[in-house]
Structure formats: C-alpha cells, structure tokens
T-cell receptor, first 115, second 111 residues
C-alpha cells in the first residue's frame, strides 16, 4: 500500500503558542489530503479536506482560523494549530488519496499535548 | 445523512478462534466500504475495501468481509485469530470525497 508519514509523532507546546504538523505522501502524489482528530477511545472525526493548490474545506464546527491547513504540493499538507489551548490536546491523523486509487492511506498520527 | 454503526464496543476472543466484527451503515446509495485496524498510538492500516463487484472481499492478514446490500452490512471475519490481531477495528463508509467512521470495536485476544 501507499505510505504516508507525519511529523512530529508527538509534540508538547505551551498554551498560546502555535504548532505545525506535517503530512507527507512518500510514494505517490496525493491529490487530496484529509485531517482527522481522535479523542481517547473514540473514533476519528474529520476536520477538513484539502486538495492540492486549493483552500481546505472544513467540517461544520471546525474553526478554520484556529486550524490552518495548507496543501501546497502533491506530497505535503500541513496543519497548524494556532494559539493552542489545553482543549486542543488530541491525536491528529492525516490521510491521503491519489488519483490512481479511491481509498485513503493514513499517517501514523501526531500526539499533541498543550500545557 | 450517512452513518456507520459498529454494535460491539469490545470483543474478547481466544487465540485460534474465529472472529466476526459487525458493521451496519446508512447511506443514500451503495457506498465505498472499508475496514481499518489501529494499534495503540498508531495510525490506521487498511485491511480491505469494497467498491463494486464480488461481494466477498479478501484483505490482508487473513481477513475477509462480505457486503450484504439487503442488510446494509459489511461484516469483517477471520477464521483463526492470532495474538497480534488485538487492536481497534474501524468500519468506514463513504465516497470520493468523505469517509464516515464507526465508533470502533476493540478486540482482545486471550491465550
């Protein structure tokens, strides 16, 4: 299957600071990337969908000014959590899909802790 | 609106026994159907997928799933479970643009 990486795998930041998470497709061109949030023992909640070169489409209830998504190339998307607060602490997972296939391939996730 | 139900929150199975995980969905048309597995602290790995055609699909690690349109179900099965199959399993349904995930089923394997 296709390989997706995320960096960092975990990050601790202070309240009020911003943190950037990278999602890369390593062996395919990702025309669409997705960002999910997962709370402990819960399912994945889709935050936003981004197509390369276009603005991200955010799900209802997700603050676009707080969760900035950029999909500047066919292999890289970034999620920036701005002015982070403790309630933003979560497991963030990205996925990617290429033109050649319909399924999404997931990254290993990033554990964010805001203190 | 689309929705996915995984009725079993937690299943415990003995090593070597068979496993079946249930998934029911509500969707306007025939959706794309997926099963993913997640180990603790990890991302999701695709086990198998259904888009069209043969309703019995084979996946990795010895898993299979059957799409039953009349029951709106896509149950996952494995004939003989290994200790390494202990994980969280998610059923997902969707289309080109969006996936909806079930709440997940935790599988515990006892020796």
């Amino acid at each position: 299957g296709a390989v997706v990486s995320q960096h960092p795998s975990w990050v601790i930041c202070k309240s009020g600071t911003s943190v950037k998470i990278e999602c890369r497709s390593l062996d395919f061109q990702a025309t669409t990337m997705f960002w999910y949030r997962q709370f402990p023992k819960q399912s994945l909640m889709l935050m936003a969908t981004s197509n390369e070169g276009s603005k991200a489409t955010y799900e209802q209830g997700v603050e676009k000014d707080k969760f900035l998504i950029n999909h500047a190339s066919l292999t890289l998307s970034t999620l920036t959590v701005t002015s982070a607060h403790p309630e933003d602490s979560s497991f963030y997972i990205c996925s990617a899909r290429g033109l050649e296939f319909l399924e999404q391939y997931f990254g290993p996730g990033t554990r964010l802790t805001v203190t | 609106a689309q929705s996915v139900t995984q009725p079993d929150i937690h299943i415990t199975v003995s090593e070597g026994a068979s496993l079946e995980l249930r998934c029911n969905y509500s969707y306007g048309a025939t959706p794309y159907l997926f099963w993913y597995v997640q180990s603790p602290g990890q991302g999701l790995q695709l086990l198998l997928k259904y888009f069209s055609g043969d309703t019995l699909v084979q996946g990795i690690k010895g898993f299979e799933a059957e799409f039953k349109r009349s029951q709106s179900s896509f149950n996952l099965r494995k004939p003989s479970v290994h200790w390494s199959d202990a994980a969280e399993y998610f059923c997902a349904v969707g289309n080109d643009y969006k996936l909806s995930f079930g709440a997940g089923t935790t599988v515990t394997v006892r020796a």
